[in-house]
């Protein structure tokens, strides 16, 4: 018996989508003004505004790079095929593209953009592409890695809102690479979560737990963004960090990371991504009666970091795309806009920065 039926056929007659041509005349688009302008055209049939506004800018731009570039067809193809293996490089544990993004300061900036310093809530800083939903439940002061994946470190605060309460119930997830330099995602045979752990404050918004001392380590060179980095002649090292997401109901999501202090690669991380605030001391503590009280084993030296994490309520400011409209009339637009230079963007810390 054939086994046809299981499987959908293709149908023997090129689909078209359904929607009707524009009821307005369009040029025939025989010089490259007119394509930009054909397609800014077509842009006002989408009903929607804020996906209106993202496509006159994406098109706009990307014509505009094309034109002052003079972009040649080998060029294209060259970044059609980058881009191609740059997906094709992607799987459930690795994500190329946010990597992509990483390295031309994008991410970095889109977060900024959604979440600006306000003095008041701890600063924001990329995800990453190494976050995973799966890591375990740790209880208060529990390890969040296994035995020999580092030395010691032990982190310990509270979770706090802008007014200095404390937050009870807070879910904090953290993250970070062991001490070769890898994040667990990055090992073939991966059977569980390491080196990353969920947590919850206490009735008093107070948190623990042991870690390892985090230690500088290269995003992966082995796919396409490695191999753009060394085309660029930039180096792919990131400043040591521990990861953090914190949520809590009523309180803006807080997605962090913080940096030991004296890093060769603070004031210039692959992905941009480090801001001041961030910058923490790891305290050496050699006191064995610490180590006891906290749990660290055979009363070894460790490192101690401590810090409170303060979230924004859900009133204050903005975020995500809400965060940074453009205020623009963009039914009224030149269809060919000039060329000019890019506003530049501030790095987040200045290049002589002592950190
Ligand atoms: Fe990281």
Known sequence: MSDSTSVPKAPNVAQSNGIPPPSFELPVPDTPDLVTENVFKLNTLITNPRQRLLMDKLVEHLH??????????????????????????????????????DIFGFSSLVEGLSNPSDGKGTDHTVLGPFFTEDAAEV????????????????????????DGAPVPGAVIETW???????????Y???????????LRTDTQGRYSFRAVVPVPYPIPGDGP??????????????????????????????????????????????????????VVNFEQVT?????????????????LLQFDFVLRKDSE??????????EADHTKRDPTPALGPTPAVAPAVPRDAKL
């Open 64 to 101: 505009v790079f094309a034109k002052e570039t003079k972009l040649t067809i080998a060029e294209w193809r060259a970044a059609i095929e980058f881009l191609t293996r740059t997906g094709q490089t992607c799987t459930p544990l690795r994500q190329e593209f946010i990597l992509l993004s």
């Open 225 to 278: 963004v490695g191999e753009l980095l060394t085309m660029l002649n930039r180096h792919n090292m990131r400043p040591a960090h521990l990861h953090f997401m914190v949520t809590a109901p009523g309180l803006k999501t807080l997605v962090t990371a913080l940096y030991p202090e004296g890093d060769t690669y603070l004031t210039n991380d692959a992905v941009f991504a480090v801001k001041r605030s961030l």
């Open 176 to 186: 970070e690479a062991d001490e070769n330099g890898f994040y667990d995602t990055q």
């Open 139 to 162: 209880s208060l002061g529990e390890s969040i890695a296994s035995e020999g994946k580092g030395e010691f470190l032990f982190v310990e605060g509270r979770v706090l809102n802008t």
């Open 317 to 326: 400011g903005s975020s995500g795309s809400e965060g940074h409209k453009v």
């Open 188 to 198: 073939a045979d991966r059977e569980k979560p390491d080196c990353r752990g969920r």
């Open 287 to 303: 006191d064995a009666t610490e180590a006891q009280r906290r749990g660290i084993p055979r009363d070894k030296p460790f490192k």
